[in-house]
């Protein structure tokens, strides 16, 4: 029997990655879930293969009513990502809701489930960035999506499911086909789209006293990384429980800018800018992925460097976009 797979968010940003890699692998029986409420993702969808596409609403409900034939493995990669949504009651039912409902049917009907986590989980970082299921109780997320990705974890620790399925804390990924994404792209896109514009670069200012301005630090993950660690999950079946997928190495945003500028052959010229005062409180000065636990699993390949993942992005990517 041919293998078939679903991927929730496949119109998406990661998740229409990894329905690229399955193709690569010469799968095209693949049920692509998503809400097509951005012309991007149509434009995303048309660059795949796929048998089916279901809108979410609608997969839910047949979800729901047993009227989905078992597949081999789910990649749900579909959520509200926005870090800035105040709708809990919506984010309590799209983030956590829905996950838990086709976590239980996927384990239900013998299908690996694999599912999106957060670093947003981990806060403002002060209880460190181990995934660690002794640590995972003691994390207190900055914002509501960040709580709705955590809600999600502990119940999948608490319930015995984190046994059986995988998850993976994305941190700051980056890569082709996240247009779509608006204010939540990755610096790298927006950087691109500004540099191509003015000639510069607008950078926030930092407000603590240990970061200098451009100093504040992220774990920036490639998004062809990402899709590789995801897929290390469905290769290896046996290997379950919730993991960073991160590179171990932060780097700071003067890095991101002055690789940008390097992959369009310009030279650098930054300003730095007042951050706005809503998000002051809520701002991550350092973020890094603790990967022991995914290296000690057996994912043994390397991560694509900033400056590399910076310059496929916009030379075979970005500059053909524009």
């Known amino acids: 029997m041919s293998k078939r797979f679903i991927v929730t968010g496949g119109a998406g940003f990661i998740g229409n990655n990894i329905v690229a890699e399955l193709n690569n692998r010469g799968f095209e029986d693949i049920i692509v879930i998503d809400e097509l409420n951005h012309e991007e993702k149509q434009t995303n969808l048309n ?3 796929f048998t089916e596409y279901l809108d979410k609403v609608a997969f839910r409900s047949m979800m729901n009513d047993g009227k989905i034939s078992p597949v081999e493995t789910v990649f ?3 959520a509200c990502s926005s870090t800035t949504e105040t709708d ?5 039912d ?3 809701n829905y996950t838990r409902e086709l976590c239980e049917w996927s384990v239900a009907n013998g299908a690996r489930f694999i599912y999106a986590s957060s670093a947003a989980t981990y806060g403002d970082g002060s209880s460190g960035y181990s995934d660690d299921d002794k640590l995972t109780p003691s994390l207190k997320p900055l914002n509501l999506y960040g709580e709705s990705k955590q809600m999600f974890d502990m119940w999948a620790l608490e319930n015995k499911f984190s046994d059986k399925i995988a998850g993976l804390k994305y941190f700051n990924v980056f890569g082709p086909h996240e247009d779509h994404k608006e204010d939540m792209r990755s610096v790298i896109n927006k950087a691109y789209k500004q540099i191509l514009a003015n000639g510069e670069l607008n950078l926030f200012k930092s407000y603590e006293p240990e970061y200098e301005d451009g100093k504040q630090e992220r774990d920036f993950v490639f998004v062809k990384d990402a899709v590789n660690v995801t897929l290390f999950f469905h290769d290896n079946p046996t290997v379950s429980g919730i993991f960073n997928c991160g590179t171990g190495i ?7 800018a002055n690789s940008v500028f390097s992959a369009m052959d310009l030279d650098p010229k930054i300003n730095f800018i007042e951050m706005p005062l809503e998000i002051r409180d809520k701002y991550q000065y350092h973020t890094q992925a603790d990967i022991t636990k995914l290296r000690n699993a057996g994912y043994t390949r390397e991560f694509t460097s900033l400056e590399e993942g910076a310059r496929q992005y916009v030379q075979d990517y970005l500059s053909k976009k524009a």
């Not at 809990?88 to 309590?92: G, I, K, N, S, Y």
């Not at 932060?250 to 991101?256: E, G, H, I, N, S």
């Open 88 to 92: 809990e009651a919506f984010l309590t």
């Open 94 to 96: 799209n983030n956590f």
């Open 250 to 256: 932060a780097r700071t945003w003067l890095d991101l």
């Open 47 to 49: 660059s795949v293969k």
């Open 76 to 78: 749900h990669l579909g």
